[in-house]
Structures are given as C-alpha cells and as structure tokens.
C-alpha cells in the first residue's frame, strides 16, 4: 500500500513569491491534515479537511495560506506572498476519519525562503 | 488547552541498552489517545507506539513499551535494545476526540555504536 506522498521534498523561493504544495493521502482516508513544523519543534495543524470540506482552519493564517482538496482527494497548499518566517517543513498527513484512527505522514516539503 | 511537555531536548544511549523518554501533558479530558511518533532525518514521522486512556495496560511494540500514568499525566517511552536504527527525533502527541493532535517539542535521541 502507498504511503501518503508529497511533492516537492525541497523548495527554495524568495519572499513574496508564491509557492503550491501538494500531498496525496492513502487511498481511502477521508481525513486529511496539512501541518508546519519549524526547526527544533513539533508539528502545529493548519488545517483538516473531511473529504472536501475543510472542518478546522482555525490556525491557517488566512491573509496570504490557502489550500483546496476540490474532489476529496489529494489537496494542494499554497502560500502567496511567502515571508521569510514561512520557512519551515510543511507535512501531510491522513487517517481514516475515525476518532481512534492513527494519523499516517508524508515524508514533508521543506521550504526555504530568502 | 492541552499541551505536551517534553523535558528533554536530547538523550543518547549506548547501543543494546535501554533508554527512557519522557512526557507530560495537560488535560481535563478523560477520554483521549496517546502517542509517540519516530522522525528520522529523512523527515517522514513514522508512529512507534499508541495508547489509550481508557486503558489500564502499558502499550507494547516488540523493544517499546510505554509507561502511562494517568493520574500523574504521563506517558514515557521505554526503547529496550537500543540499536543504530533508532536514532531519530521522537515526539510524545495527544489526541481527544475529533480535536488537533498536539505534539511536544521533541527529543532527539543518539545511539552510540
């Protein structure tokens, strides 16, 4: 069975340039999640679709983070303008959907801005 | 708001002994799930181990193994055998209900051959 896989594994841009994401979950896993982690510290939620619907953006910083999963699959996540401090690992991640379900992790993008 | 605490930013351990990882969380929940995940440098968060708060027996995964005390919010991680292979950054997350999984800060773990 695939794992979750994301691509790219490394992207160097420099700020106020956009730059997409894009993660494809384990096959059957309804519930897909897009984290940040910084240097030196663990993974912080951005956002968590169920299917196509995105049920926790709460910590996506809206002004300039989007992300899309227009059929229920894989998602994209796009920053636009990227800032310096955007600079981090960006992880993907799914589950089945259910609360007891373990969250299975892409390999992540790690993003370089200048 | 829950958080995960984990009070040791680096740990090493010789190979074949045990080491022990510790963490602490903050909840009022009863009901919740406990877990710790494995990053090697390759990045990919691989899950070591899990456990359930509503039960009363230590989880196992052949050379892990758990020590769960929910009265004092803990949940250690116990790596028996430690081989080359488990050098990695190890962190301790939460998880109740439908709610974010919350993760600690880490701690990286060196074997020394």
């Known amino acids: 069975e695939a794992g979750v896989v994301q691509s790219p594994r490394y992207k160097i841009i420099e700020k106020k340039q956009p730059v997409a994401f894009w993660c494809n979950p384990i096959s059957g896993h309804n519930t897909l999640y897009w984290y940040r982690q910084n240097l030196g510290q663990g993974p912080e939620l951005l956002i968590r679709y169920e299917n196509e619907e995105a049920v926790d953006d709460s910590q996506l910083p809206k002004d300039r983070f989007s992300a899309e999963r227009l059929k229920g699959v894989d998602s994209t996540l796009k920053i636009q303008p990227a800032e310096l401090g955007d600079s981090a690992v960006y992880l993907c991640a799914s589950s089945s959907g259910q609360t007891t379900d373990t969250q299975y992790f892409g390999p992540g993008t790690r993003l370089t801005v200048l | 708001a829950q958080t995960v605490t984990q009070s040791q930013p680096e740990m090493s351990v010789q190979e074949a002994e045990t080491v022990t990882l510790s963490c602490t969380y903050d909840?009022?929940?009863?009901?919740?799930?406990l877990f710790w995940y494995k990053q090697p440098p390759s990045r990919q968060m691989i899950l070591v181990i899990r456990?359930?708060?509503?039960?009363?027996q230590n989880a196992t995964e052949n050379r892990f193994s758990v020590n769960f005390q929910k009265a004092a919010k803990s949940f250690s991680l116990k790596i028996s055998d430690s081989q080359l292979g488990d050098a990695a950054m190890y962190f301790c997350?939460?998880?109740?209900?439908?709610?974010?999984?919350?993760f600690g800060a880490g701690t990286r773990l060196t074997v020394k051959p």
């Open positions: 909840t009022s929940e009863s009901d919740y799930y």
């Open positions: 997350a939460y998880r109740s209900g439908y709610n974010d999984m919350r």
């Open positions: 456990q359930e708060a509503y039960k009363q």
